[in-house]
Structure formats: C-alpha cells, structure tokens
C-alpha cells in the first residue's frame, strides 16, 4: 500500500511540473495577444488623429494662400492706380509749363491721332505733344535735332486736346481732357465707369504767378 500511495503521489508530482509551465505559456500567450490588441487599437487612434490634423492643415494652407493671393492682387491694382495718377500729374504739369512758356499753339491730327503743336520764342524750337491709345508722348526738338523725349504710360485713358481754334496764339486756353476708368467694371455686360479730368492752360501766360492790381498798387506815404 505505501508503494501504490508513493506511485500515485510521485505522479501527480510530475503532472503538476508539466501542467505549471502550459499554465504560465497560456498566460504569457494570452497577455502577448492582448498587447498585441492595444497596439494595434493605439495605432490606429494615431493614423486618424493624423489625418485628421493633415486635413486641418490643408485646408487652412488654402485659406492663407488665397488670402494672400487676394491681397497681392488688390495691392497690384492699387498700385496700378498710383502709378498712373503719377502719370497724369506728370503730363498736366508738364503740358501747362510748355503751354505757358510757347508763343503759339496748334492741334493737328497725324495719322488720326491727336497732336498738340507748342511753339516756343525760339523759331526751330518745338514741343510736341502726341496722344496715342495707351499713352502720351512729348517731343522736344530743335530744328531737326531731337533734344528729348518722354512717354506717359496711361493704359485704358483716352487723352484728346481741345481749343476753341485749330490755331492758338498767346493769351488763348487750350483744354487737356481725360477720361479714365473711375471704378471697376460691375459685371462683364456693363460698360466701364468713366470720368473725365480737364486741365485748362494759357498760351504765353500764366495766371497762377500774376498778380491782382490790388497787390501791385503801392501804398501812399502817410500825411504828417
């Protein structure tokens, strides 16, 4: 009997060292499997996280790229603007200085384009002015001999000369008349706003550097 009861002892000795390890293998396997489950569950939080701020980032790159597009735009056009005003300030003044420094005037077509003829003290010397579609051009010359030239860039303005003759001599005003583009077209149909600017000279004089008879007149000396 002790024999049987060390047999059976010794058995369950050896099946219980067989039986602890598959135990701890199926814990180890299953706690791998589980790791496993949370990994790939963090994984793939992190790739919709991800595209999630990838789309983000899209959307507000194409935000600040057309805003920024916009804004280069109107400032080109603003500038745009400027320069042309520039333009126009430069002519006007220009055209006034030989208008009051010339003896005689004309206003001619050359080739269907309107030209303003200045004729100055000396008799070869000659200012010309000449309107084209998208800008005006001065000619000064002496005799044959082309002295200077200098072009306005007035793109989309019309520049025509008025009088009320073809010929002009001194103490008659002549008109410079523009028309521009005063705002943008509304729609594609609609005509373009227009607005018409007129400067206004003198031939040989120049009103703005006279004076009145009231300044001119000296004053009496005083009666002691």
């Known amino acids: 009997m002790k024999r049987n009861n060390n047999s059976i002892c010794l058995w369950r000795t050896r ?27 963090r994984r793939g939080t992190s790739l919709i996280h991800m595209l999630v701020v990838i789309t983000s980032l899209g959307f507000l790159t194409t935000a600040v790229i057309t805003t920024m597009v916009s804004m280069m735009r109107a400032q080109g056009r603003a500038a745009g603007v400027w320069v042309m005003h520039h333009q126009w300030l430069q002519l006007t003044d220009d055209w006034r200085r030989d208008a009051h420094a010339a003896l005689s005037a004309e206003i001619t077509l050359q080739d269907n384009v309107p030209t303003f003829v200045l004729q100055s003290a000396a008799a070869t010397h000659r200012v010309t002015y000449v309107a084209n579609k998208n800008e005006v051009i001065r000619r000064e010359t002496d005799g044959d001999k082309l002295v200077r030239t200098e072009t306005y860039r007035l793109p989309n303005w019309n520049v025509r000369f008025e009088a009320d003759a073809k010929s002009l001599t001194t103490n008659q005003p002549a008109k410079l008349i ?13 005509p373009v706003p227009l607005r018409e600017d007129t400067q206004l000279a003198v ?15 000296t004053k009496k000396p005083e009666s002691l």
Do not use: M, W, Y
């Not at 701890?24 to 496993?36: E, F, H, I, L, M």
């Not at 583009?181 to 609609?190: A, E, I, L, Q, W």
């Open 203 to 217: 031939i040989g004089r120049d009103h703005r550097f006279e004076k009145t008879s009231s300044e001119t007149e």
């Open 178 to 190: 523009c028309q521009h583009p005063n705002s943008p077209r509304p729609t594609p149909t609609t």
């Open 15 to 41: 099946l219980a060292c067989v039986e602890l390890p598959l135990a701890k293998r199926q814990r180890s396997t299953d706690c791998t499997r589980a790791a496993c489950a949370t990994n790939q569950h």
